[in-house]
């Protein structure tokens, strides 16, 4: 990325545009949902069953993927963000939920959301079908395969391009992208630093579900090699007032990102991680002569669904 690296005065910017992976309008989800859907059509499984935020991504790519391979899908959304806007209520995502056919059960906020999955799974049941229940995010030791195939794949397109990475740089909120690139990273002894930039918790806690899910995903792939918790890092500086809701940081890169790159970046999760590159860059947390990789996994659906905070800031 030629110019926000000159803008951001540091090191070299590089985009994985992992916001090009298909299913309709792509990102991360896609490929967790490559492992997963073959664990449920392994399993006989005729319904995908899955949950999120009104405008989960990870929902949208689960439905796509149902249609792609004939499986029926219903989905759980749950109105855990304060935005009462009806755009945010029924554009971006959720418009294309619906087009992609899936069965949306919208819930409260506050509802207990183990036991909604239970009575969807329960009524596929009661029809005869058979359904495969993914968690949240697809943030599973089979769903984080997806990243450590992913962290392969940008090494050797390092190699390729005769690039040494220093650093890979990235939103993590159910923490399986991140699982899966230090489990890649480590497991081919790159040295790469992966630093998640959350969106949700505060650092100890999302420190915690990351180093959980690289011990059960590196137990899944039996790979011996204990990875350092050292290895773990999540900075939550750019969080603000919570999920989903929009920082003055997070519009002006989503801004400057479009107009210096032509590059779309989303509002939950891509745009905060871009405001946190850019503020470390600022800082002297990663400098000139450094490699540094931003993964954008995605999302940019979820820009019709926060139209009203763009337009405000319209100049
Ligand atoms: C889900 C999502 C993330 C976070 O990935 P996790 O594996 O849940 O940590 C980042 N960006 C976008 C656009 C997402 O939809």
């Not at 029926?72 to 619906?98: F, I, M």
């Not at 745009?271 to 002297?284: S, V």
Request: glycine share 12%; with cysteine.
């Amino acid at each position: 990325m030629p110019r926000l690296t000159a803008m951001a005065g540091g090191p070299t910017l590089w985009v994985k545009r992992d916001d090009c992976t298909g299913l309709a309008t792509g990102g991360n989800k896609t490929r967790k949902l490559e492992f997963l859907v073959a664990d449920a059509l392994a399993q006989g499984a005729d319904t995908l069953i899955t949950l999120g935020a009104t405008q989960s991504n990870h929902v949208r790519q689960t439905a796509a993927a149902a249609a792609k391979v004939g499986l029926d899908c219903e989905v759980v959304l749950a109105a855990q963000v304060p935005q009462t806007s009806e755009t945010y209520k029924r554009n971006g995502n959720v418009v294309l939920d619906h087009l992609l056919g899936a069965r949306v059960h919208a819930v409260s906020g506050d509802a207990d959301l183990t036991f909604a999955l239970q009575e969807v799974s329960e009524g596929v049941r009661r029809r005869g079908g058979k359904p495969y229940v993914i968690p949240v995010g697809g943030s599973n030791p089979t769903g984080a395969l997806g990243y450590v195939s992913c962290a392969l794949e940008i090494l050797q397109q390092a190699a390729d391009r005769g690039v040494r990475i220093d650093a890979v740089v990235h939103a993590t909120g159910s923490a399986g992208t991140q699982a899966g690139l230090i489990v890649g990273f480590e497991s081919a002894q790159s040295g790469v630093d992966v630093l998640g930039i959350s969106v949700r918790h505060p650092r100890e806690l999302q420190e915690e579900a990351i180093q959980v899910l690289v011990d059960a995903t590196c137990a899944h792939v039996k790979l011996r090699h204990r990875i350092d918790a050292s290895r773990v890092t999540a900075n939550s500086d750019y969080v603000g007032a919570g999920y989903g809701i929009e920082t003055p940081g997070m519009i002006d890169a989503v801004r400057q990102t479009a107009r210096l790159e032509g590059l779309l970046l989303d509002p939950v999760y891509s745009g905060k991680a871009m405001d946190g590159l850019f503020d470390l860059c600022r800082k002297g947390a990663f400098i000139k002569g450094q490699n540094v990789v931003f993964l954008h996994t995605g999302g940019q659906a979820g820009l019709f669904a926060y139209e009203p905070s763009f337009a405000a800031e319209r100049i």
